[in-house]
T-cell receptor
Framework: DGGITQSPKYLFRKEGQNVTLSCEQN?????MYWYRQDPGQGLRLIYY???????QKGDIAEGYSVSREKKESFPLTVTSAQKNPTAFYLC???????????FGDGTRLSIL | KNQVEQSPQSLIILEGKNCTLQ??????????LRWYKQDTGRGPVSLTI?????NTKSNGRYTATLDADTKQSSLHITASQLSDSASYIC??????????????FGRGTSLIVHP
């Protein structure tokens, strides 16, 4: 079955540590997105990529980094510069402007 | 600033009843409007997507409407079921320079269906 896989489902970060969240899709979609979801708030865009080897900052990119070396993969690194990383992180992909985004089931990141 | 406002924030209904959720937006230039259903602890799942020229779209018991003039949309759920309990999110996308489109998400309406 085609879809988006995020891993791990739960992740804990220590102070000063970088952690990387995985996002893999086998839908052959060009565009991929990373969002952060906090309680009571709408999803906020961290980074997006329209094509391999290219990505753009979203509204809250500070403290995060991404790479897009393969079409199928769009990993997100939460760096130690992100002072409030506790949140639910969602990855999505789509193949067209007026097509729905397909979401993974998220990674919940907490601070130890 | 692009914004999407949803109402009500939460809603409780009895199984079998109908309900309507509202979405107002100030996103421009408008590309499309989507409704998603998000179960607790899961990623959102697409229900409907409408472009500027469409004013209604159905998906089973879900019917979305769009009034591009007043920048309002609604999601009507018919004959609610217990499995409809979820958060319903309105998403409006704008077109950016270069052809990319950036979605703006509402905060969602939390729907609880009681037996």
């Amino acid at each position: 079955d085609g879809g988006i896989t995020q891993s791990p489902k739960y992740l804990f970060r220590k102070e000063g540590q970088n952690v990387t969240l995985s996002c893999e899709q086998n839908l052959n979609h060009d565009a991929m997105y990373w969002y952060r979801q906090d309680p009571g708030q709408g999803l906020r865009l961290i980074y997006y990529s329209q094509i391999v080897n290219d990505f753009q900052k979203g509204d809250i990119a500070e403290g995060y980094s991404v790479s897009r070396e393969k079409k199928e993969s769009f990993p997100l690194t939460v760096t130690s510069a992100q002072k409030n990383p506790t949140a639910f992180y969602l990855c999505a992909s789509t193949w067209g402007r007026n097509q729905p985004q397909h979401f993974g089931d998220g990674t919940r990141l907490s601070i130890l | 600033k692009n914004q999407v406002e949803q109402s009500p924030q939460s809603l409780i209904i009895l199984e079998g009843k109908n309900c309507t959720l509202q979405c107002n937006y100030t996103v421009s230039p408008f590309s499309n409007l989507r409704w998603y259903k998000q179960d607790t602890g899961r990623g959102p799942v697409s229900l409907t997507i409408m472009t500027f020229s469409e004013n209604t779209k159905s998906n089973g018991r879900y019917t979305a409407t769009l009034d591009a003039d007043t920048k309002q949309s609604s999601l009507h759920i018919t004959a609610s079921q217990l499995s409809d309990s979820a958060s319903y999110i309105c998403v409006v996308s704008a077109v950016r320079t270069g052809g990319s489109y950036i979605p703006t998400f509402g905060r969602g309406t939390s729907l609880i269906v009681h037996p």
